[in-house]
């Protein structure tokens, strides 16, 4: 509803991380947008009505968009997403009902091509998927920033981080579900 989508808009806009990184270009910034409408279009092409539509192709067209700019973490990004949801409605049949056959299909004519023409150059695979994906995620056997190793889930460490004032809420939001 409205009270939730300016509850929203408020504690992201007013978390520390957001507004460095809205000063500064980046690609997670691309991401973060490409990331938003793919969630939009699963809402529409799916949960709006609990059925898909044909708007759910849109879903899939936009993640083959993300996964482009960023690799299979946004695959990741949009599971997560997802399995919280099929929990929260406890339905596992929405894993078949929003066609992951004809997603998968989609993403692999759309961004096959942009992933064959660019491993052929130099060491993009490596370069992308390794040290792009799995290392910066993980932090292990990284250099980071002048020479520093990074920390493990050095992701995890900056959302709690770059929450701020949010982050601070969250002991006691558990406490208050236990």
Do not use: C
């Not at 997802?82 to 998968?104: A, H, M």
């Amino acid at each position: 509803g409205d009270s939730s989508g300016f509850l929203s808009g408020y504690i992201v806009s007013t978390m520390i991380f957001f507004v460095y990184v809205s000063h500064e270009v980046s690609i997670d910034a691309l991401l973060t947008l490409f990331y938003l409408i793919t969630m939009i279009f699963l809402y529409v092409g799916y949960f709006e009505h609990n059925r898909a539509n044909w708007k759910i192709y849109l879903f899939y067209i936009f993640l083959a968009i993300s996964v482009m700019l960023k690799g299979p973490v946004a695959i990741l990004l949009v599971g997560l997403t997802g399995l919280f949801l099929i929990i929260k409605k406890r339905n596992p049949k929405i894993i078949w009902e929003i066609k992951p056959i004809s997603g998968i299909i989609i993403i692999i004519i759309l961004a096959s091509p942009w992933f064959i023409y660019e491993s052929m150059h130099a060491k993009f695979a490596y370069d992308f998927f390794v040290n792009q994906n799995i290392t910066r995620f993980t932090g292990i056997d990284m250099e980071y920033k002048d020479g520093k190793r990074g920390i493990y889930l050095f992701y995890f460490a900056n959302l709690m981080g770059g929450a701020i004032p949010w982050s601070l809420f969250i002991p006691f939001g558990l406490v208050q579900f236990r």
